[in-house]
């Protein structure tokens, strides 16, 4: 446990430090700078669209991180050879995996939790600073589908090179991110057994709109009693699943 | 007491880069043992397998045939990873980190804590000569830095049984000689070392026994003197020769070469060496070498005729 500790602490520095971290930043801040010029031209209410544009930049910002920094966790280590020294110490595969894992997680919490903060200065400059702890479901949720994206980046990781593993990356985020309206605009327009087959298909396919509570928090419509429990609970069977994979085929992967 | 390493006909097989459906055996029926306290010498061309060898020993890829135990167990048994230290080919490390850091990283995976690993980070970082730079971050060190740091890494929970893949390469001839003494003073203090190396006198110096091995098969196994043998002994004669007498040193025999203002010819044997020695003298020529040389290692690694496996 304190060997795997040692590895995520120690991936969240190295990463921490990386100067990509600071170039993503940045433009997250562009966007969020994009948002409030929006506001400006804009009708209706401006903490909405504050809300609204913040709690995507959240999302989006993380989405990329979770991405690009997630599949060269394992690869850059495959190509750079610093795995050799690291698995050479009584360090077992498995430690290894659940480190990395846990290693970014951490720096997805660290990077969420800023970015909460400059929203909250943003709504405090416009007269809401209550309104991000009505947030906090949402931002909640925005962390577990980033964790499910980033367990999908470590087996992509474990399995492939970097720009391969990203493409794969980038079409579960994309999968899960339309497969809820997809198999609803399909299934109304199509045979009774075609639906069958595609809402089937659903089970298989992962559906982020278990995570999509914020549009309910920024225009009000609240919060359905399970919704937060049944979403913990649906990125936690993705994040077990995948890491389990993950670490069975890095278990058997020769490393040269 | 268990070997520190013992190989009982290992093979491994990949994948030919190019042609998927073709092989390539990079290692073929590999067996040695090494005792405890010896430092073994691990020689052969780029691609004969040495590092081949040297990850199937350290449990990163595995062998399709044949047994590795490495301190009685098989490799990457968490256990015997206590007890090995190992310095990978032109190491590299976390960018982002200090040496102090990867220090730290690296000895508390090894159980080490506290005022201990922070005494023994501090004593290795000089060991190897690069205490004044252990805050600075990895991206900025040097290749020869980054080796020295590697080493530093391998011997940070103090292992019994030391793996080297090329220890000496990126390194100044400072350099060399201070990694020498750290291999000669390890046997000094009990361990065991095991090192590949291209630098074939670093070999000779260094090592109890070498190991040789071309296109993955062993060629030769033992010590030195076991592996240059007697027999090839070859003998020269280097004589001198006044200006007006010159013209007729080159007619004495065929294959008289001038090195350095000295002529020299190789003989065939002892007998060929005391009449081609006799002739000399007898002209009057000044002799100023004369007598047996033992072929360098060298000279036996890269002799390709002599492709026999000695066990």
């Known amino acids: 446990m304190s060997r795997m500790i040692n590895v995520a602490y120690y991936t969240f520095l190295e990463m921490v430090r990386n100067k990509v971290l600071y170039v993503l930043f940045f433009f997250a801040l562009f966007i969020f700078g994009i948002g409030i010029a929006i506001t400006q031209m804009s009708i209706g209410d401006v903490v909405d669209i504050i809300s609204d544009t913040g709690l995507a930049t959240i999302e989006m910002f993380s989405t990329v991180l979770a991405i690009f920094l997630g599949i060269s966790l394992v690869q850059k280590e495959l190509s750079l050879k ?50 991000l702890i009505t947030y906090i479901p949402a931002i909640y949720t925005i962390f577990l589908q980033t964790s499910t994206i980033i367990a999908v980046a470590v087996l992509c990781s474990t399995l492939t ?67 937060i429990g049944f979403a913990s609970f649906y990125a936690l069977f993705i994040i077990v699943i995948v890491i389990s994979l993950s670490i069975i085929f890095f278990n058997a992967k020769e490393i040269n | 007491m268990s070997k520190p390493i013992e190989l009982k006909n290992v093979s491994k097989t990949f994948r030919h880069p190019m042609k998927v459906w073709d092989k390539v055996e990079a290692v073929k029926d590999l067996s040695f043992s090494m005792e405890n306290g010896e430092i073994v010498g691990f020689v052969g061309h780029n691609g004969a397998g040495k590092t081949t ?170 010590t030195v003197s076991e592996i240059i043998p007697p027999d090839r002994i070859r003998y020269k004669i280097e004589f001198d020769s006044p200006n007006e007498m010159k013209d007729a040193a080159f007619a004495l025999f065929k294959g008289i070469r001038v090195v350095s203002e000295r002529f020299i010819i190789d003989c065939d044997d002892l007998d060929d060496f005391n009449t081609k020695l006799s002739a000399i003298v007898e002209k009057g020529y000044p002799v100023l070498n004369a007598g047996g040389v033992l072929p360098s290692l060298e000279e036996i690694v890269f002799t390709t005729e002599n492709t026999e496996v000695k066990q």
């Open chain 1, 82 to 131: 610093t795995l050799h020294p690291l698995l050479s110490k009584p360090l077992s595969r498995t430690e290894y995996v659940l480190g990395k894992f846990f290693g970014m997680i951490f720096l997805i919490i660290v990077e969420i939790i800023f970015m909460s903060l400059i929203f909250l200065v943003l709504l405090y400059f416009y007269g809401a600073p209550g309104r």
């Open chain 1, 161 to 227: 090179e970097p720009t391969v593993g990203a493409m794969l990356t980038i079409s579960f985020y994309i999968t899960g991110a339309t497969s809820y309206n997809l198999v609803y605009a399909i299934t109304h327009r199509t045979s009774e057994n075609v639906a069958k087959v595609i809402n089937t298909l659903r089970f298989i396919l992962p559906d982020f709109s278990h995570f999509n509570i914020k549009d309910n928090l920024v225009y009000g419509k609240g919060l359905e009693g399970l919704q």
């Open chain 2, 53 to 222: 060898a040297i990850k199937m020993i350290m449990g990163f890829i595995w062998p399709n045939s044949g047994e590795i135990k490495v301190n009685g167990k098989d490799p990457g048994d968490q256990e015997v990873k206590k007890t090995i230290g190992f310095l990978p080919e032109r190491p590299y490390f976390y960018a982002q980190l200090t040496g102090m850091e990867l220090l730290n990283y690296f000895g508390r995976l090894c159980g080490i804590k506290g005022s201990l690993l922070k005494d023994r980070s501090e004593k290795l970082l000089r060991r190897v000569g690069i205490f004044d730079d252990r805050n600075r971050k990895l991206s900025g060190y040097s290749k020869g830095m980054l080796q020295r740091i590697g080493l530093a890494q391998a011997l940070i929970h103090d292992p019994q049984l030391v793996i080297m893949d090329e220890p000496m390469s990126g390194l100044d001839p400072i350099g060399r000689r201070e990694v020498k003494e750290i291999i000669r003073s390890l046997k000094k203090e009990g361990k065991s070392v095991i090192f590949s190396s291209h630098i074939l006198s670093d070999i000779e110096n260094l090592s109890d026994r070498v190991l040789i091995i071309e296109n993955g098969v062993k060629k030769h196994f033992g």
